[in-house]
């Protein structure tokens, strides 16, 4: 009779994934050490995943991600994400996936996992703009990268000024307000609410 497979062993291996590679890096982040750090066998490690790369894969993909929901607005949905974004980042899991855009260009047998990585999290993101279109707050024929680009790089950049620091709700929340004022500024956008046009529509990539 089949033995059946214990679910959270699965989750152990996937959490100590995380931890192996946003502490170690990608030179570490091997079976044994993900075996080691989520005290299972190596066995257990090797049934699941064929090579390194699958279980990083498999780990990020099940990381949670802040999600871009619906604030009513388009401003209040890029303030809400991005000040998430910016507590995210500064966790462990988002020091993983940081280390893991760094490694896609130096390791390509990484780039296999990016669709299943990426996809329904740049659907999310984009989802703002998409939104913002429906209310007929941004144009339906103009490109809306530039405006996520200078918001989620505004954040991501201050993170990384700071990697000690650990922001706080209201920290973030601030420094976002800030950020969308000052990128819907750049745009040649009225600052207040509600934003009516934009030069931004296709969305990360």
Same mark, same amino acid.
């Given at each position: 009779m089949a033995r059946t497979r214990d679910p959270s062993i699965d989750a152990r291996i996937l959490a100590a994934a995380i931890d192996i590679y946003a502490a170690?890096?990608? @030179? @570490? $982040?091997? $079976?044994? !050490?993900? /075996? %080691?750090?989520? @005290?299972?066998?190596?066995?257990?490690?090797? %049934? %699941? $995943? /064929? !090579? %390194?790369?699958? =279980? =990083?894969? @498999? /780990?990020l993909t099940e990381l949670s991600w802040p999600a871009a929901d619906d604030h009513g607005s388009l401003r209040d949905d890029l303030e809400h994400w991005s000040a998430a974004m910016m507590r995210w980042w500064s966790t462990p899991a988002g020091a993983a996936f940081l280390r893991w855009q760094t490694d896609l260009r130096f390791v390509p047998a990484l780039t296999s996992g990016y669709p299943a990585v990426m996809g329904s999290r740049l659907d999310s993101v984009n989802g703002i703009l998409h939104r913002a279109v429906e209310r007929g707050e941004l144009s339906s024929d103009d490109d809306h990268t530039p405006l996520l680009e200078m918001v989620s790089g505004a954040v991501l950049t201050r993170v990384l000024a700071a990697p000690w620091s650990r922001p706080s709700a209201a920290t973030s929340q601030a420094y976002a307000a800030d950020v969308v004022t000052r990128a819907v500024l750049a745009e040649g956008l009225p600052p207040g609410r509600p934003i009516t046009r934009s030069r931004v529509r296709r969305g990360l990539r």
């Open positions: 170690e890096g990608w @030179a @570490a $982040f091997t $079976f044994e !050490s993900v /075996a %080691r750090c989520a @005290a299972v066998g190596k066995p257990g490690v090797y %049934r %699941r $995943f /064929a !090579s %390194r790369e699958e =279980l =990083l894969t @498999a /780990a």
